[in-house]
């Protein structure tokens, strides 16, 4: 003996549909909810660190992909601009202290000149690495050979905030799944 079940699927196929519809949709809030913990990690690294003028800090950014995103898949990017914070690259990497320096009248710091080469041109930079014999013989270098300033991982010490920006991207999109668009705001 058997039984005959008829069981009507259209329901199910529908709310399957929605659940993808609203998972499409919450791809980029999950996204921006995991940028925003990385930024604000970034963030407070770059204000442990002191200010003198506060560029770096200026700096920090988020800011959506168009062209690493698609429909499933929403990218952001946290980082500094280059622009505003030249230095951003020696704080987070570490550099050389190759030379002598000096604060000027103006109070910015500059290396220290040979006395031989005072009123001479600074040598140009060539892009192969081929300028520091002549920056050595233009500059006081530093007694003992180059120093290293180690680096202050401000942006790669925010990669402890992953799990958390995980958690927030996960806490998004189930919050999108669950009401879709239009009962986002309302279920907050």
């Known amino acids: 003996m058997g039984a005959k079940f008829v ?5 199910l196929k529908s709310t399957m549909a929605q659940l993808s519809t609203n998972a499409q949709a919450a791809a980029r ?7 925003q913990v990385l930024y604000n990690a970034v963030v407070r690294n770059v204000e442990r660190l002191g200010s003198k003028t506060g560029n770096l800090r200026k700096s920090i950014y988020q800011v959506y992909s168009k062209d690493q995103s ?9 980082g500094w601009n280059h622009k505003v914070a030249p230095h951003g690259f020696n704080v987070e990497f570490g550099h050389f202290i190759r030379y002598k320096y000096y604060v000027d009248k103006k109070g910015n710091i500059r290396p220290m000149v040979r006395p ?3 009123g001479k041109p600074r040598p ?4 192969r690495g081929k300028h ?5 013989r233009y500059y006081v270098p530093l007694p003992g050979g180059p120093r290293k300033i180690p680096g202050k991982f401000f942006l ?3 990669l402890d905030a992953v799990p958390a920006a995980q958690l927030a991207a996960k806490n998004e999109l189930i919050h999108w799944i ?3 668009r239009s009962g986002y705001k309302a279920a907050i």
Request: net charge positive; no cysteine.
């Open 7 to 11: 069981v009507n699927m259209s329901g």
């Open 29 to 35: 809030p999950a996204a921006q909810a995991a940028a």
């Open 70 to 78: 698609s429909a499933t898949r929403a990218t952001y990017h946290v």
């Open 116 to 118: 031989e080469m005072q």
């Open 124 to 127: 140009k930079r060539d892009g």
């Open 132 to 136: 520091r014999a002549a920056f050595d």
């Open 156 to 158: 790669r010490g925010a």
């Open 178 to 180: 669950k009401f879709g």
